[in-house]
Structure formats: structure tokens, C-alpha cells
């Protein structure tokens, strides 16, 4: 039945031969949202998405424990059938209140949600047009809904209103559809951001809808951490918000909130939605303490900002090719497969873990140590990290060592 991954065994086994399988990276413990034991060392977490450092905040622990208690540990049973209890039914309304919207829709997972929402919004008669560097569950999404899906050059309004405009010229009347644009806050792998006002220009010109998915940008980005869209001032022209709870909420799930008339029939017709089991009880308890605190804790946001721009800057006075964007993800870009697991290994010998993303998961076909960062990491980890890489990155040849010499005398 495998045979047909023999090309993937023989990329698997090359990448096993820079030393420990980056895939397969197993923590013992969890000491501290930005801290982890691996073995006998521990080691500065400078990969995740714990963007608030809300994985171990005592009031969600707090919150989660209290539901455990009361409702038990799952509930057996998909939102249409016997999973919906009343913290469900709370978390909705807080992020509908939150986004400013009519209704919202709970997800088991932030994959679930957009394959959930796009599969069942775009059917055949419909046209998706994707970003080039959309995230798989948006192509996982618009796959099993059967919509004709068109991708535009990433982050290119211009591409995306040429591709509408020939879309418009080859519709059949007999079955003219819809055209729905899907674009993301942040970009996963890069930092970079949807420039979401020309975006949004370009929808309102052409009649489609558009759905945004804040996955690494909700409680990151706008005043009030509601995301790209707020930070842009285009929420009016999202008709669909997606989100994540793994990121900066520190757990698991997702949502889609919108406007949009008849949103909640896609209860019934978003499969994803309807054959899956809900979040158990005390997940959700913590989701609904974690989306308070992104409300009520600016201060992290700006201590993420801050921390990103140290990251972004260090990493650039050592002479690394990093995505175009300051933001909580930044990418180095190496040359080649190979000299990024050599880099990844290195950097797990010196205490530093980082993802590892290699093609076919990137864009462009880069290889690239994604490292992210935390609100909650201090100024001396992150300097920490920057000598770490910088000096693995004069060893390895892939920057001069000069200025990083110079950076590190300094
Ligand atoms: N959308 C985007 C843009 C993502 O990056 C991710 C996760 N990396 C998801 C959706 C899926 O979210 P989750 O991991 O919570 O299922």
C-alpha cells in the first residue's frame, strides 16, 4: 500500500542523516512557555506559536481545571448532536461579541474550521481564488467542496483583479456562481502580511466575497487584537473572519464569525462541523479566560512587538536573508535542504529550537528555519538565540563572519 512514498522514504532517510529527525522531536517536559526539556538539556523554545505565552497562564490552568471537574474530560459527541453544552454556546457569543459579529461557529481544530467553512460556502458552481501561499487547509477546504479554485500571485491585489476580471468574462449565465477570495493575516512560514485594504478594494469593485483567516494574526495584530482586519481597517469587508485557538490563545480550535445572512446554516451542511466531536468542556473553559486576556492584556501584544523587532533586527545585523515583514515569525532563508537540517541540527545541540520547513511546505521552494517568538520571552533569550544562530550561520558559511564577529564583540 506505501509503495507509492518510496520518493518520500529516500527524502526522509537524506534528512536523517543530519542527525536527529526533526520531525519527530519528542519534549520531555515543559518547563515555561518559552523553555523545554529535551533529553538530559534543556532548551529556549524560539518555534511555536505560544505568541502570548498563554499555554501556561495560571487563570486559564485555572478556568480549565474548574471545568474538568464539573463537565468531565469530552463530550462523546458533535455540536449537532450531544456535544453542545452551554461553555460551547458561551465561547461563541464572546467571539462574536469580540469581532463584532452576528453569529460565530466553533471548530475542533483551526484545519477543521477552514475546511469545514470553505468546503461547505464554495461548491461547484463557485469560484475560489486562493493565495498562492495559502496554508493546506485552505486547500484542503476548497478540494472537498468541488469549487474551481483559481490562485493568484501571493499577496498581489493587481494578479487577483486580473484573475476576477477573466473569471467574469468566461461565466456561464446559465450557472454564474460566486466568487469568494481567501487571504490569511499573517503568513505562516514567511511573517509576511495580506495587504488587506488593496485586497479589500479589489473585492468591493468585483462583487466577491471575502474571508480572511487571522489564524497567526488574531490577538497579534490590531489595537485590540482582533486581527489583520481590524489593524487595517477592512472588518466591513471581511464577510468571513477564520481563526485559530492553537496560536495566541495557547489552545486548541477554531471558529469562523461572519455577517453574512443564513450563516448559521452552515451548522447543517458543514460536514466538518457535523461529524466530528466537539472541544471537550475544559479546553473550551480555558479558550473563553484566554480570549478575555487577549482583550484585556495589550501590554503582551506590545512585549510581542517589541521582542519581534529585536528578533528581526539581530538576525539582519548578522547578515541573514529573512522574510520581507517584521513580525512574530521570522524566517531565515538558507540555500538548500540540506545546509537547513545541518543549521537545525546545530542549533538543537546549542539549546535553540526552531522549525525546520523545507519544499514541498514552503513558498517559493525555500528551505527555512522558521523561528517565531513569544511575548513572554525575556531580551537576554532572544539575544541568546541571535549569538546562537548567527555564529552557527559563520560556521556553517552561510553569512561573512565578519559582522557577526563584530555583533558579538559589541
Ligand atoms: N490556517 C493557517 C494559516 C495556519 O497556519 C494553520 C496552522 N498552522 C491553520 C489554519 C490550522 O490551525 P490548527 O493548527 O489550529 O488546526
Not at 158 to 181: F, K
Amino acid at each position: 500500500m506505501l509503495g507509492k512514498y518510496s520518493a518520500l522514504k529516500q527524502s526522509y532517510a537524506r534528512l536523517l542523516t543530519g542527525g536527529r529527525d526533526p520531525f519527530a522531536v519528542v519534549f520531555d517536559e515543559i518547563l515555561s512557555p518559552t523553555e523545554a526539556r529535551l533529553g538530559s538539556s534543556d532548551v529556549l523554545l524560539l518555534g511555536t506559536n505560544n505568541y502570548l505565552g498563554l499555554t501556561q497562564d495560571p487563570s486559564c490552568i485555572e478556568a480549565a481545571t474548574e471545568a474538568l471537574q464539573l463537565d468531565g474530560t469530552g463530550t462523546t459527541g458533535s455540536r449537532i448532536a450531544n456535544g453542545t453544552y452551554g461553555v460551547h454556546a458561551a465561547l461563541e457569543e464572546q467571539i462574536s461579541r469580540f469581532l463584532g459579529r452576528r453569529e460565530s461557529m466553533l471548530f475542533t481544530t483551526g484545519y477543521q474550521a477552514n475546511v469545514g467553512i470553505l468546503s461547505a460556502l464554495a461548491g461547484r458552481d463557485d469560484n475560489l481564488l486562493l493565495d498562492a501561499d495559502s496554508h493546506a487547509s485552505i486547500y484542503d477546504g476548497a478540494r472537498l467542496g468541488g469549487a474551481k479554485v483559481t490562485r493568484f500571485r501571493h499577496n498581489d491585489p493587481d494578479d487577483l483583479y486580473r484573475r476576477l476580471r477573466l473569471l467574469a468574462e468566461r461565466t456561464d449565465p446559465a450557472s454564474p456562481g460566486e466568487n469568494l477570495i481567501v487571504v490569511e493575516g499573517i503568513y505562516s512560514m514567511l511573517g509576511d502580511v495580506a495587504p488587506l485594504r488593496e485586497m479589500a478594494a479589489v473585492k468591493r469593485e468585483t462583487g466577491a466575497y471575502l474571508l480572511v483567516d487571522e489564524a497567526h494574526s488574531l490577538g497579534v495584530l490590531g489595537q485590540h487584537g482582533r486581527g489583520l482586519a481590524e489593524e487595517a481597517g477592512a472588518e466591513a469587508d471581511a464577510d468571513f473572519i477564520v481563526g485559530t485557538f492553537s496560536k495566541s490563545m495557547g489552545g486548541i480550535g477554531g471558529f469562523c464569525a461572519s455577517d453574512v445572512p443564513d450563516f448559521e446554516l452552515l451548522r447543517l451542511a458543514s460536514r466538518a462541523y457535523m461529524f466530528s466531536a466537539s472541544l471537550p468542556p475544559a479546553v473550551v473553559a480555558a479558550l473563553s479566560r484566554a480570549l478575555t486576556l487577549v482583550q484585556e492584556r495589550g501590554d503582551l501584544r506590545t512585549r510581542l512587538h517589541r521582542n519581534a523587532s529585536q528578533l528581526y533586527d539581530g538576525l539582519t545585523g548578522a547578515g541573514f536573508l529573512l522574510g520581507p515583514t517584521v513580525s512574530p515569525i521570522v524566517a531565515i532563508r538558507l540555500a538548500d535542504p540540506e545546509t537547513a537540517v545541518t543549521f537545525w541540527n546545530r542549533l538543537l545541540e546549542a539549546g535553540v529550537y526552531v522549525n525546520l520547513a523545507l519544499p514541498p511546505a514552503t513558498p517559493q521552494s525555500l528551505s527555512l528555519l522558521r523561528t517565531s517568538v513569544s511575548a513572554v520571552h525575556t531580551t537576554t533569550q532572544i539575544a541568546r538565540a541571535v549569538d546562537a544562530i548567527a555564529t552557527i550561520g559563520a560556521e556553517l558559511g552561510v553569512i561573512q563572519a565578519e559582522p557577526v564577529l563584530q555583533r558579538i564583540a559589541s
